[in-house]
């Protein structure tokens, strides 16, 4: 009985996660037009010294209106950015976390969200396991 209820989660699991393969398909004409400003910026860039992009942005060195640069590691302090400390402490240590990240006043945002995705990373793992072992 465990085995068929393992057999079956992992069927569904793998169906609800697997997309059509469309969602695979690739233009190779539309991704040539995509490449085409990337590599024209890294032209520029590799032929002045290897400028910064915060550099090209200040001096309006380079027309960057093709290119998305949010993606460019240039993160703005509205973006969320992955701490491994509180992910850490609530994926391993989560009742000594919640004191140490969840309820501190001086961790920041990042710190805190990253916290709760350790402590929901840790939980499902828990759960699997415990399914796994026969523990229901």
């Known amino acids: ?3 068929l209820l ?3 989660v992992a069927f569904l699991t ?3 996660f697997a997309g059509s393969a469309d969602m695979f398909a690739l233009d190779e004409q539309s991704l040539e037009q995509e490449f085409e400003s990337l590599n024209a910026l890294e032209n520029f860039v590799v032929g002045n010294n290897l400028l ?6 200040q001096g309006n060195l380079f027309d960057l209106s093709a290119i998305n ?3 460019m590691g240039a993160t703005s302090s509205e973006e969320f950015v992955f701490q491994w400390e509180g992910f850490l402490w609530g994926f391993l240590c989560c009742p000594v976390g919640f004191f140490v990240i969840a309820v501190n006043k001086n961790k920041d ?3 805190k969200l990253s916290f709760w ?4 990373a840790g939980t499902f793992i828990n759960l ?5 072992a026969g523990g229901y």
Not at 52 to 57: A, N, P, R, Y
């Open 52 to 57: 910064s992009l915060t550099d090209i942005k």
């Open 109 to 111: 945002y990042d710190q």
């Open 128 to 132: 699997i396991y415990y399914v796994a």
């Open 69 to 71: 640069t949010n993606s």
């Open 6 to 8: 393992f057999i079956v």
């Open 1 to 3: 009985m465990k085995k």
């Open 14 to 16: 793998t169906n609800c």
């Open 117 to 120: 995705i350790g402590v929901a």
